[in-house]
């Protein structure tokens, strides 16, 4: 079963803006990761965010993280065009194995 | 090292044949995944091992479908009697467990179509 939601599903913006992903979770985790895909290709890792960390940044990404609404979301600033990809958010559960969302599908426009 | 590698990355197979596909994890990591994913939809787990030690499996893994890895190093997921639901990517996923903390590194996947 999904853990995690993502919002919105689909994403449409121009290169140089901003795209924000939120992610909502359902248990308790003591990490939450971000993952991208390009269509048709494996998963690639973003970037985790421990549960006693309110924020992470990594080049033009940045995560939050809201324990207490059990939620996350995923800032890219000054997007480019190879940015166009789904994004998931994912959470550790028995054996480190990850639960996934459905993913927001994020499209930037030269 | 080149990360994880799937083989193959397609495949077609009439519905009732069996396939088999490979997924070869990076060499030092003890944990190998494999999930499934539906077009539009996140990976689902399927199932794991620690090393050689097939640990947990989902219920989506069907009595149709096997999974080794002998000696714990390559992986093997078989599906027997295909049917066309399962058609998807299937993604295998390696890790080294470290502090409770999993960064998982995926393969390119193995598309199968079921016809």
């Known amino acids: 079963s999904q853990q995690g939601e993502e919002d919105p599903q689909a994403l449409s913006i121009q290169e140089g803006e901003n795209a924000t992903m939120n992610c909502s979770y359902k248990?308790?985790?003591?990490?939450l990761q971000w993952y991208r895909q390009n269509s048709g290709r494996g998963l690639v890792h973003l970037i985790l965010?421990?549960?006693?960390?309110r924020e992470k940044h990594s080049g033009r990404l940045r995560v939050t993280l809201d324990t207490s609404k059990k939620s996350s979301s995923l800032l890219i600033t000054a997007s480019r065009a190879a940015d166009t990809a789904s994004y998931f958010c994912?959470?550790?559960?028995?054996?480190?194995?990850?639960?996934f969302g459905e993913g927001t599908q994020l499209t930037v426009n030269p | 090292d080149t990360g994880v590698s799937q083989d193959p990355r397609h495949k077609i197979t009439k519905r009732g044949q069996n396939v088999t596909f490979r997924c070869d994890p990076i060499?030092?990591?003890?944990?190998l995944y494999w999930y499934r994913q539906t077009l539009g939809q996140g990976p689902e787990f399927l199932t794991y091992?620690?090393?050689?030690?097939?640990?947990?499996k989902s219920r989506l893994l069907s009595d149709r479908f096997s999974a080794e890895r002998p000696k714990g190093s390559f992986s093997t997921l078989e599906i027997q009697r295909t049917e066309q639901g399962d058609s998807a990517m299937y993604l295998c996923?390696?890790?080294?467990?470290?502090?409770?903390?999993?960064?998982?590194?995926f393969g390119q996947g193995t598309r199968l179509t079921v016809v």
């Open positions: 996923a390696s890790s080294l467990t470290r502090g409770g903390e999993t960064e998982a590194f």
């Open positions: 248990t308790s985790i003591n990490n």
């Open positions: 965010i421990r549960s006693n960390e």
């Open positions: 994912a959470t550790p559960a028995s054996g480190s194995r990850l639960t």
């Open positions: 060499s030092e990591h003890n944990r």
């Open positions: 091992f620690q090393n050689e030690a097939q640990l947990e």
